[in-house]
């Protein structure tokens, strides 16, 4: 079952972002607003902790090169004072936009107010920091509550309404860990028979998922779970191989659905361990630089753009396959 969802611009946010803030497609100080100048871009980036991530860094380098966009590069290794550090020195650089996906939604008012004192653009992708939107000019990514809620429709419908359900969480005080969270548990609301029973963080790595299921399977309220929430397919795999490791079968002693659409979770799925993956898509490069040029021009954007996303479960995994771009 595959449900698209087409781009959306909110509307609402629509108006707000034609609202003529400083932020608003601000010409930038650097070189570009020389005619003819390259675009400079700095670009922190959280770290390159699951498929998805690579994916997004692999959609934004190849765009900035394609576009002939001068993009300094900064992987933070999923720590946020190493992102702090980057953003200040693109400021030092006088980059003429920065772009960057918060590992974490707070801390960011400081570094943030110091960017728009040096009257440089951001854009942020992927995860939202938690500043108010006069800090940057828009935020293109998922709406992770929505990515929340599709993963508990998708499991009440497959266990008719009753689960016992391990989670397996993201990065603790990221925007993907918090919304997902509230999606998920906003639709459990609507079906009683249906808990959590044990909830962990797995920091949306393979091993942090592997380890999390190990502690869940050695409790004995673990053992009488028979679904699992995992906040991305890499923890999700993870858990998998604990699974089996346990001597249970993934995928039907344990109903599995998680988040990212990557292609190992395909790949589980068509082997019958997956049951289900929520798509997140990382491919934003060709959105995020079309958002700079605009910038670079003037232009106003909206202030919140969602990406294209859908739902894959078994029956469709192994047609979808082959078209995985990810
Ligand atoms: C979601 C992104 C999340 C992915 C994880 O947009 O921020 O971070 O779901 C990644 O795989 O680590």
Known sequence: MKLAFGIALAASVLVVGC???????AAPG???????????????????ESGWRTANTESIKSEA??????????????????????????????????????????GWGPVMQEIKDAGIPVI?????????????????????VEEGRRAARWLAKKMNGKATILELQGTPGS???????????????????????????GDFTRAGGKQAMEAFLKSPVGRTANALFA?????????????????????????IVSIDGVRGAFEAMVAGKLNCTVECN?????????????????????????????????????????????
């Open 175 to 201: 925007a993907p860990a918090i919304d997902r969270k509230k999606g998920f548990e906003e639709v459990l609301k609507d079906y009683p028979g249906m808990k959590i029973v044990l909830s962990q963080s």
């Open 124 to 144: 942020v992708a992927d995860r939202r920091p938690d500043v108010s939107e006069d800090m940057y000019v828009t935020f293109i990514g998922s709406d992770f």
């Open 19 to 25: 609202s003529g803030s400083k932020q608003e497609g």
């Open 231 to 255: 906040h991305n397919d890499d923890m999700a795999l993870g858990a998998i191989q604990a699974i089996e490791e346990a001597g249970l079968k993934p995928g039907k002693d344990i109903v």
């Open 30 to 48: 650097g070189s570009s607003s020389k005619p003819g100048k390259k675009i400079v871009v700095g670009f922190s980036q959280i770290g390159a």
């Open 65 to 106: 090169a394609k576009r002939g966009i001068e993009l300094r590069f900064s992987d933070a290794q999923q720590k946020q004072e190493n992102q702090i550090k980057a953003l200040r020195s693109f400021i030092a650089q006088k980059v003429d936009v920065i772009m960057f996906s918060p590992v974490v939604e707070a």
């Open 282 to 326: 990382p491919i934003i490069g060709p959105q995020l630089f079309d958002a700079v040029e605009a910038v670079v021009a003037g232009k106003q954007l909206p202030k919140r753009i969602v990406v294209e996303e859908g739902v894959y479960d078994q029956s469709v995994a192994a047609k979808e396959l082959p078209n995985r771009k990810y």
